[in-house]
């Protein structure tokens, strides 16, 4: 493996002159209800914006058109879990490029879906990354394609470096800056700027603590293959890049993990507060913050990458569900009751006088715990937090009746 160092400032200031037309100046965001929540001035960057909903654009579109004409005539392929497979996609249909795009079978459809809409030919093999990368090299060799990696790249490298360079032009005066991180291509691309142009800002890299492969290896001091899932699919890498492993090593000042249930606040939290929406990876720089993973910060300038938005809308009912359930914001009840009608009744008297709302109700009259003369009946409910759920907890039990709460510790 080369220690070297192949991306320089030089390299990323091309790429920024070479995209700028193509690549959107994304915003970034003061947020006040996010900075008073983390005791710090929070700012956003809001790369979920991009033409394909992701950072991913910058990285694919300087690796295309940077191509010889023996490479664009060739074709190109690779590897993606969905955000990398889009930008490439978009990179090659706008430069009249035929694109190749090898995505594990578990991808979120809307990222499937995507990449298709910008003409590329989506072939789905594998339960993950490694399988699909896999079967993308094998093609690549078979019809003779162009690798373009998703991270392991120095154009693609210092594409996504460009997002420092807007970074500083937009916020000169940043403490902190805080970027997701999986293979490390956006953490590579953009230490590389900003540590140049800025060595006193410091940078944290997020991971989820499920496959914190980075992290690892920086421990270790080589690179460390850790294997795992996590609901921030767009970082769960097993195994950095042999080009951004060294710059991360040299450069990067900490690195924090996030659990799966600090993500899902993560996304809930900038969809309440700055009515965005965030996959999972793209959500992780901000569920750091909030959750109390990057020591030092309070009263500090800092900047959160929102790498991606592209979730499916049904997987993010279920993050969005199980945040508010975390939070008590949604509770649900299962009550032993005697079988007769004004038991639902005596229930939804006891939600109203509380100010709960039933949002459903079902009545179990086979498989249950209760004796023949009883039911169960199950209530969902929107709650306004844990105070109130024992409130009701209170209440139903004493009507005489046995209760049973779920709750998320």
């Known amino acids: 493996m080369s220690s070297e160092i192949s991306v320089s400032l030089a390299d990323v200031q091309a790429a920024l002159k070479a995209i700028r037309e193509h690549v959107l100046l994304s915003p970034c965001k003061h947020s006040p209800k996010l900075s008073k929540r983390a005791g710090c001035d929070l700012y956003v960057k809001m790369e979920n914006q991009q033409r394909t909903g992701a950072f991913k654009d910058r990285g694919a579109m300087y690796a295309v058109v940077s191509l010889d004409d023996k490479a664009r005539k060739a074709g190109v ?79 693609v490298i210092a594409g996504q470096g460009t997002i420092g360079l807007e970074l500083l032009e937009q916020q000169p005066d940043l403490d902190v800056v805080v970027v997701p991180i999986g293979g490390g291509g956006l953490a590579a691309g953009m230490l590389v700027a900003m540590k140049a142009l800025n060595p006193k ?81 793209g959500a992780v720089s901000v569920a750091a913050v909030l959750h109390g993973k990057i020591a030092g910060i309070a009263g500090k300038k800092v900047c959160c990458v929102l790498s991606g938005g592209n979730i499916d809308t049904t997987f993010l009912g279920k ?28 229930l939804a008297t006891i939600a109203a006088a509380n100010q709960a709302s039933i949002l459903d109700i079902h009545q179990k009259r086979t498989f249950n715990l209760a004796d023949v003369r009883e039911t169960e009946i199950e209530l969902t409910l929107e709650t306004r937090g844990p105070q109130q759920i024992e409130a009701l907890v209170k209440a139903i039990a004493a009507k005489g009746y046995e209760v049973r709460s779920f709750e998320f510790d």
């Open 77 to 155: 392929i690779a590897a993606s879990a969905g955000n990398h497979a889009q930008g490439l996609a978009f990179a090659a249909q706008l430069n009249g490029i035929h694109a190749t795009i090898v995505m594990p079978e578990t991808a979120p459809l809307a990222k499937i879906n995507g990449t298709a809409e910008y003409g590329a030919e989506v072939v789905l093999h594998g339960a993950g990354y490694d399988d699909a990368f896999g079967r993308a090299v094998e093609l690549q060799k078979e019809k003779g394609y162009t690798f373009v990696h998703a991270f392991d790249d120095p154009h």
């Open 201 to 281: 800002i410091r940078f944290v890299g997020v991971q989820a603590a499920n496959i914190a492969s980075t992290k690892a290896s920086v421990a270790a001091g080589k690179i460390t293959t850790v294997r795992g899932s996590s609901i921030a699919d767009g970082i769960s890498v097993a195994t950095p890049g042999r080009h951004t492993y060294p710059i991360i090593a040299k450069y990067i000042d900490e690195i924090v993990t996030v659990d799966e249930d600090e993500v899902a606040d993560g996304i809930l939290a900038l969809l309440e507060n700055e009515n965005t929406v965030t996959e999972g990876s």
């Open 319 to 346: 993050v969005l569900n199980k945040g508010l359930a975390k939070e008590g914001r949604l509770s649900k009840f299962i009550v032993t009751v005697p079988d007769r009608p004004a038991s639902i009744v005596d």
